[in-house]
């Protein structure tokens, strides 16, 4: 039988916490924020910018969580400033080393192309990306947004 020590439950407590509060979205980018035919080259993908600057306006720490380095994540980080988006952390969740040393992002929600589930958009000839309007529908059904 494993025994809680007093910092095992303060740990504990702070992710609970953190769970509770539903604050943390994890955030891809490319075929999720921005359409994209041929990395790294992107373009907007509808209604995007509009759900996001929503989300933050609502209370909501938005996450980057991508694969882009250098030059490429530089670029990812321009789109977000100039749709006037902040993001929370880059790879990172500054909030979760108060109770664990996990290299695991922790986020309430992960919006991701590749995440079973996302609303998706499947155009003729093109690469799919994420529907921002029907991820902006379930925000609002779930009563988030």
């Given amino acids: 039988m494993v025994k809680m020590t007093d910092i095992d439950n303060a740990r504990a407590g702070c992710f609970y916490s953190m769970y509770e509060n539903n604050t943390y979205i994890g955030l891809d980018f490319d075929h999720t924020c921005v359409r994209s035919e041929k990395y790294p080259d992107y373009y907007e993908n509808p209604h995007c910018a509009v759900v996001l600057r929503k989300l933050q306006k609502k209370g909501y720490k938005l996450i980057l969580i991508t694969m882009r380095e250098g030059k490429f994540l530089d670029d990812a980080l321009e789109w977000f ?10 790879n990172d969740n500054p909030d979760q080393h108060t ?20 609303p998706m958009v499947y155009p003729k000839n093109r690469k799919e990306y994420v529907d921002w309007y029907e991820v902006e529908k379930w925000f609002i059904k779930q009563g988030l947004l």
């Fill in 99 to 118: 109770w664990t040393t996990a290299r695991k992002v922790f986020v309430n929600w992960f919006i991701d192309d590749r995440n079973l589930g996302t």
């Fill in 81 to 90: 400033k100039r749709h006037g988006i902040e993001l929370y952390g880059i």
